[in-house]
């Protein structure tokens, strides 16, 4: 079986895959979910510690995630999402995995875009500059603006119930300066012509990564030669993965590797 590796964003623990994990295993994959360094087995325990993770960068998410690939039988597909995406991006671009599904991916060094949206959904972290080696979390009201405005309010709360933790602000900070630094954590390998295919997928109305974002990364990839898609879903919101229509969205990234022979 191919194995598929899910990485999540901020603010979302790795079991909010658990819908995905199902019907890609039924589809004869083999799905793993991993966390973030330090990040507990449970979403009450990620609440009840956020120091378990703060300070985790880009390079640690990522080299944890390289390890995690190291250990699988063959290279995996990598589903990312937020964050995920653009460190599904980032493993895709080194060789490590066999194809990947990025779904509204943060913006990587070289991606111009700033929405206002987006640092309005941001602005819990960039509020304070300390933020940057601590841990923080969303109010029910602020993952309603970043994650599920597209869907009801009573939705949008039940989705903060199950699935919002606290996350570490570093990963914000990196990305926000990835571009005036020469060495950023948030560099991809988009010029890689020899690596697996790339989805990119974005919901229409994301506050967080608008499709303004996603359709320039899609554009740095026009001087590689390697299969790079991108799909929308228009009225969807950043929660695309979780809410109640993240199943059609799982079927269309199943549609797409069927189509690359995956």
Known sequence: MTPVLFIHGLWLH???????????????????????????????????NPDAVADAGIDDIVDHHAKLIAALPSKPILVGHSFGGMFAQK????????????IDAAQFKGVLPLPLSSLHATFPVFRNPSNKHHAVSLTAEQFRY??????????????YDAWAIPSPGKPLFEAAAANFSPHSPATVATRNADRGPLLLVMGGQDKTVPEAITKAEYKKYRDSGAITDLHEFDDRAHSLTIDHGCADVARDALTWLRAQGL
């Open 91 to 102: 493993l895709l671009g080194d060789g490590l995995a066999a194809a990947a599904v990025a």
């Open 14 to 48: 790795q079991t909010s895959w658990a819908p995905w994990m199902e019907l890609f295993a039924a589809e004869g994959y083999e799905p793993h979910a991993a966390g973030w360094p330090g990040e507990p087995a449970t979403v009450e325990e990620a609440r009840a």
């Open 146 to 159: 970043a994650f599920a405005g597209a869907v009801p309010e009573e939705e949008s709360q039940q989705l």
